[in-house]
């Protein structure tokens, strides 16, 4: 569940191990290139950490994080 906190959606993830949290964040990759729409993230070992605003509307959440979002949660 994103959570919407400082400017920023953020969710957590969790996977199994680095390998599928690894292959997760390559699927994100892709798309957020796509959209020209780089998360902030973060990743040890299994967790994947995620922090999205739109940096040209002055770091606010925008409907452009929102629809990442949703694009990234269609991947689990």
Same mark, same amino acid.
């Given at each position: 569940?994103?959570? #919407?906190?400082?400017?920023?959606?953020?969710?957590?993830? #969790?996977?199994? %191990?680095?390998? $599928?949290?690894?292959?997760f964040?390559?699927?994100?990759?892709? =798309?957020? #290139?796509?959209?020209n729409?780089?998360?902030?993230?973060?990743?040890?070992?299994?967790?994947? $950490? =995620?922090?999205?605003?739109?940096? %040209?509307?002055?770091?606010?959440?925008? $409907?452009? %994080?929102?629809?990442?979002a949703?694009? =990234?949660?269609?991947?689990?």
């Open positions: 569940m994103w959570t #919407e906190k400082n400017n920023q959606l953020y969710r957590k993830f #969790e996977f199994k %191990d680095f390998s $599928e949290a690894f292959a964040m390559t699927r994100v990759a892709l =798309i957020a #290139e796509k959209m729409h780089h998360p902030l993230w973060t990743n040890v070992y299994n967790k994947v $950490e =995620i922090w999205l605003s739109t940096h %040209d509307a002055g770091n606010i959440v925008t $409907e452009k %994080d929102r629809k990442l949703d694009k =990234i949660d269609a991947l689990l």
